[in-house]
Structure formats: C-alpha cells, structure tokens
C-alpha cells in the first residue's frame, strides 16, 4: 500500500497532512523518502525479542502484559461506563481476531508488512501508512515527530508486521513496530492508528473501552496513560521511545476462552 514521509508542517495528529518545501503531496521532498513495502518483510520479520534476530527469523509473539497491568488497566476516561462500552472491558461477542486460526474475519485484517520510512531529523516529520488495516478502517496509521524530539537525522520506519497479536489482549489492531527499536526520544511522538473488530455495535459518543499498549524491546506490554479512543475509528497516544504498538482491551472473565 502507498506510504508516505512529509515535514512537519502542524498537521494534528498527521490526519491533515499537508507537503511543504515545494513537494506535492504525492512524491517526498529530496533527501526524504518514502516506501511502497517492499523493505517490509525484513522489518516485519525481526523477532519481536530481539530486533537484532536474523534476517528472515520468524516473528514471535509478544503473550504477556507487563507486571502492574491489570486487567482493568486498559479503562479509557473517553468511554462511558455503561452500555456496549462498558468500562468493565466485557464485549457482547468475542469477535474476531487477527491471531491465526478461528476468529479471523475481514473485519480484523491481519497485518501484511506494510512499511513507510524516511529520514527525520531535529526539525520533525511525519510518517504515514497505508496498510491492510487501511483498507477496513479508511484511515492511515500515522508517527507525528515533533522538533526537537531527534537530535540528528535518523531513518525511521513505520511498519504493520504480520506478528499475532499478544494473547492477553483482543486485538483491535495489527501490532505495529517503531524503528530504530527502543530509540528514547526527547520529546513526547503522537501516534495514530485506526481499529476495527466485530465485538459489538459502538457509535461515535459510545466508543468501545480501547487503549494503545506498548513494548519498548518485546518482552510486555504496558497501556499507554494518554491513550484516548476516537470513536470515528482509531486510538491517539504518545510514546517517549519507538518500539511495538496495538489497539486492544484486555481480557475479562467474559472473553478469557475468546480466541
């Protein structure tokens, strides 16, 4: 799928993406790039572990949540506390799931390591991809970095690996990794990406009780503390290191035999 890197030009959450320097918003400015996928199956392919695995290693997945994440740690002040969004992380239905065997469905698209990268430097920029979940959702995964938050210019990849979802949590997203893999960053990285499942009817002012978890090197997951649900369809969070992100609520007593 089309991917794109653009300046920062103060777009909110890279929703409104707008190309400055004289670039169109089709073809990156010089110096800057952008990718179709085709360097995705090596970054898709590290182990999730170790981002240092052997090329062509296959992926593993991310089972656990980190020690402190409860199970109501995915509770999210912009859900309402009653109805299909209850805060209680309960669902109607299991709904599906982008782990392989029963529960996969084309309402959870499984990644298809997509990947957008490009260098960005001091001054910021943005990364935007397209991939499968694109396809279901209308909306881009998108990395907003802000000034000052890299030092000196670095190649930075967006990619929606073809990993399973951890087991803990219902997936509402592919798992996606940030490269350079554990890269601390100096200023706080808005992160944008778009879900779907087919657990439960929501609307825009009831959205479901979702959070964005992150893992820095592999081994857990922790909720991001900002992350707020959209219910036009995707989660927005900040993160102060790249590493691996995804949409998902954890498991209750009502969806622990869920697939």
Not at 119 to 139: A, D, H, N, T
Not at 248 to 253: E, H, I, Q
Request: aromatic share 6%.
């Amino acid at each position: 799928m089309k991917s794109r890197l653009l300046p920062f030009y103060g777009s909110f959450l890279g929703l409104s993406v707008m190309a400055c320097g004289g670039a169109s918003s089709t073809e990156p400015p010089h110096g800057m790039a952008s990718s179709d996928g085709g360097n995705a199956a090596d970054a898709a392919s590290a182990t999730m572990s170790d981002a240092s695995a052997p090329e062509g290693e296959t992926s593993s997945p991310i089972d656990n949540l980190c020690p402190g994440a409860s199970p109501d740690a995915g509770e999210n002040d912009s859900a309402t506390t009653s109805g299909a969004g209850a805060l209680d992380g309960s669902f109607a239905a299991c709904g599906c799931t982008r782990r392989p065997g029963a529960g996969s469905s084309f309402e959870c698209p499984m990644g298809g390591g997509d990947t957008a990268n490009g260098v960005i430097g001091p001054s910021g920029g943005m990364l935007e991809l397209k991939g499968r979940q694109f396809i279901r959702s209308g909306l881009a995964a998108s990395l907003t970095v802000p000034p000052s938050a890299l030092a000196a210019p670095t190649m930075v990849a967006l990619t929606e690996t073809t990993v399973p979802p951890p087991a803990a949590l219902l997936d509402w997203s592919p798992v996606y990794r940030l490269d350079p893999l554990g890269l601390p960053l100096a200023q706080a990285v808005d992160v944008v990406l778009p879900w779907s499942n087919s657990a439960g009817t929501f609307s825009p002012a009831d959205p479901p009780p979702l959070s964005m978890w992150f893992s820095a090197d592999g081994t857990c997951f922790t909720r991001l503390a900002d992350s707020n649900t959209n219910g036009a369809g995707f989660e927005q969070a900040t993160i102060t290191a790249f590493g691996f992100i995804v949409v998902g609520a954890p498991r209750s007593p009502s969806t622990a035999t869920c697939p």
